[in-house]
């Protein structure tokens, strides 16, 4: 069978997980929530990467129930740990969504639907979205954005500085947070022109009011470094890779 047909059933059945990547808040050294990252466990070919399935999902239009399953997934598990919670402070959720659901699904509509289904408040969610979806369709992004908007959901620019979109979004659409990418953070304290870059991006996402989460943080001096210059939050493997969801509550309880 090709890798689109066992992709298909693999959704149908059900067989695809998420993973959890802590999200830290870099200045107070504390957990505030995850991103979902969606994994294939195939019977024999083994763990395949989202690098190598998403973009089979995009082509055969499976992304929108791939997505919709992210969604419905990652505030399901978000609900679950609620009852778990007592009167701790609410964990986020950051689950990413692809520029191809974007223009074909009705994306606002799917996620108010998860919401209400789990009890969970919009401003709890965050949808990242890479500069491709912007590319693609500014108008048809701008009303979901904006929908989005109205329900409090939060919206992140995925691996920020890697696309080819104007900058001029980032005034003109309502843009929460930005995503520095992997390959600005990581090895940045050995590279003049990868600080550069993120100073930078730093000081524009300050200047246009939108807090800043670097990827990539892979050590303390990292993310000590990173706090330093006023990024506000860090995900990397200094404090987590992306885990089960099982170990992701164990991390959260942990730091409890
Ligand atoms: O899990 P990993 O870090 O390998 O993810 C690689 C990329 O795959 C991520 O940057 C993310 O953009 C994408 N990805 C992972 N899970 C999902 C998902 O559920 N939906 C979409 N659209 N993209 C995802
Ligand atoms: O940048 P992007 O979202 O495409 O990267 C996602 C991939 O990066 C995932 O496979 C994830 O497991 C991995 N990843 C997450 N944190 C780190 C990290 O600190 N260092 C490295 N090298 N990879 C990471
Ligand atoms: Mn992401
Ligand atoms: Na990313």
Not at 149 to 171: I, N, P, Q
Request: aromatic share 6%; net charge negative; proline share 4%.
């Amino acid at each position: 069978l090709d890798l689109e047909t066992e992709l298909r059933r693999a959704i149908d059945q059900g067989d695809l997980r998420l993973a959890y990547q802590p999200i830290v808040d870099l200045a107070a050294n504390r957990l505030t929530g995850f991103e979902a990252l969606a994994r294939w466990t195939h019977a024999t070919r083994g763990v395949i990467d989202p690098g190598e399935f998403i973009p089979v999902a995009e082509e055969a239009g499976l992304i929108v129930p791939l997505g919709r399953w992210a969604v419905d997934s990652a505030l399901a598990t978000l609900a679950k740990w609620d009852a778990l919670a007592g009167s701790a402070v609410p964990l986020t959720m950051n689950v990413n969504v692809s520029a191809i659901q974007l223009a074909r699904d009705d994306v606002p509509g799917v996620i108010a639907a998860a919401l209400a289904t789990h009890g969970i408040a919009g401003s709890r969610l965050t949808i990242e979205l890479t500069e491709s979806a912007i590319v693609q369709d500014p108008e048809r992004t701008t009303k979901a954005l904006q929908a989005l908007k109205a329900l409090d959901v939060k919206v992140a620019m995925d691996d920020f500085g890697t696309g080819y979109s104007s900058l001029s979004y980032l005034r003109r659409l309502p843009i929460d947070s930005l995503k520095i990418d992997r390959s600005f953070v990581s090895g940045m304290l050995q590279d003049r022109d990868k600080v550069a870059i993120v100073r930078a991006v730093l000081s524009l996402a300050d200047a246009l009011g939108k807090t800043t989460t670097a990827e990539g943080v892979e050590t303390i001096e990292l993310s000590q470094t990173l706090a330093a210059l006023g990024c506000s939050h860090g995900q990397g493997y200094f404090y987590a890779a992306p885990l089960t969801a099982d170990a992701a509550r164990d991390y959260w309880q942990s730091q409890l």
